[in-house]
T-cell receptor, first 115, second 112 residues
Framework: KAGVTQTPRYLIKTRGQQVTLSCSPI?????VSWYQQTPGQGLQFLFE?????QRNKGNFPGRFSGRQFSNSRSEMNVSTLELGDSALYLC?????WGQGSETQYFGPGTRLLVL | DQQVKQNSPSLSVQEGRISILNCDYT??????FLWYKKYPAEGPTFLIS?????DKNEDGRFTVFLNKSAKHLSLHIVPSQPGDSAVYFC???????????FGTGTSLTVIP
């Protein structure tokens, strides 16, 4: 089975711009979560989608949003970029939602640099 | 507030010896725990999991121990190999969703 794929792998933007990141989960997986990793902060949960609906949300401002499509692919959008948004953005997929927590499998991440 | 903590930023171990990585958590409602291994510029790779109904789970060279009363989790790697050198993250979740709280990681170096 192919793993979780994320595009693009690297991105450079300037402050004030907006960015969209894409994630394709493992085939058959229907839950997609997004995390932000910055130096010294570990991984911080952004949100989780299942059946095209946001199921959980972390403590991030409204500039961070996402969506999920009927084929379980997900996109994450960050508007009005700030320097502090520079990070590795990771997507993870799980087979199900709502039946107890499940192991998440991560993609390679998108490295975003905001100048 | 960090609900999952890995208090040792780094650990060095000789090849062939045991590596013990520790993780503490504060939320007694956490009921599912994961360990991941991560190389630079790559996503975390799942290693092993444990649910709160167990106190031990083994998979090859990797064993995870859970002490619920102490809210403490540990990963044992025996024997350690140079290829195990990476950053290790523990993660915990509660309830029905897949929202995981991660520690800040421990960088393991296995010396040949």
């Amino acid at each position: 089975k192919a793993g979780v794929t994320q595009t693009p792998r690297y991105l450079i933007k300037t402050r004030g711009q907006q960015v969209t990141l894409s994630c394709s989960p493992i085939s058959g997986h229907r839950s997609v979560s997004w995390y932000q990793q910055t130096p010294g902060q570990g991984l911080q949960f952004l949100f989780e989608y299942f059946s095209e609906t946001q199921r959980n949300k972390g403590n991030f401002p409204g500039r961070f949003s996402g969506r999920q499509f009927s084929n379980s692919r997900s996109e994450m959008n960050v508007s009005t970029l700030e320097l502090g948004d520079s990070a590795l953005y990771l997507c993870a997929s799980s087979p199900r939602w709502g039946q107890g927590s499940e192991t998440q499998y991560f993609g390679p991440g998108t490295r975003l640099l905001v100048l | 507030d960090q609900q999952v903590k890995q208090n040792s930023p780094s650990l060095s171990v000789q090849e062939g010896r045991i590596s013990i990585l520790n993780c503490d958590y504060t939320n007694s409602m956490f009921d599912y725990f994961l360990w991941y291994k991560k190389y630079p510029a790559e996503g975390p790779t799942f290693l092993i999991s444990i649910s709160s109904i167990k106190d031990k789970n083994e998979d090859g060279r990797f064993t995870v121990f859970l002490n619920k009363s102490a809210k403490h989790l540990s990963l044992h790697i025996v024997p350690s190999q140079p290829g195990d050198s990476a950053v290790y993250f523990c993660a915990a979740s509660e309830g029905t969703g897949n929202q995981f709280y991660f520690g800040t990681g421990t960088s393991l170096t296995v010396i040949p």
